[in-house]
Nanobody
Framework: QVQLVESGGGLVQAGGSLRLSCAASGRTASSYAMGWFRQAPGKEREFVAAISWSGSSTLHADSVKGRFTISRDNAKNTVFLQMNSLKPEDTAVYYC????????????????WGQGTQVTVSS
């Protein structure tokens, strides 16, 4: 069992930055690939970024490439999402998730999910 708690969301102006954190607990948390997804009001949940358990492999959605960076610190069982050059269309609830099946952009491959953190970007 893996428990995930996100933090770091908030209100920011367009062009600003935020850093999201996802703290994982559980004996084998560091052995899971981790992903970030987001869901805006009235829209389906979409993939943002993913990272392998070792951190050696990452994936980023085209919509965030060059602006967002996923990373992890296994010693602290924490995954980060650095978000720069934020746009109003980045406004959403951001969720982190854990997968034993490897880093992927498919939400169905993730077994554990956090409660989400709200990110609001004003224009």
């Amino acid at each position: 069992q893996v428990q995930l708690v996100e933090s770091g969301g908030g209100l920011v102006q367009a062009g600003g930055s935020l850093r999201l954190s996802c703290a994982a607990s559980g004996r084998t948390a560091s052995s899971y690939a981790m992903g970030w997804f987001r869901q805006a009001p009235g829209k389906e949940r979409e993939f943002v970024a993913a990272i392998s358990w070792s951190g050696s492999s990452t994936l980023h959605a085209d919509s965030v490439k060059g602006r967002f960076t996923i990373s992890r610190d296994n010693a602290k069982n924490t995954v980060f999402l650095q978000m720069n050059s934020l746009k109003p269309e980045d406004t959403a609830v951001y969720y982190c998730a854990a997968s034993a099946l490897g880093a992927s952009g498919q939400s169905s491959r993730y077994e554990y999910w956090g409660q989400g953190t709200q990110v609001t970007v004003s224009s």
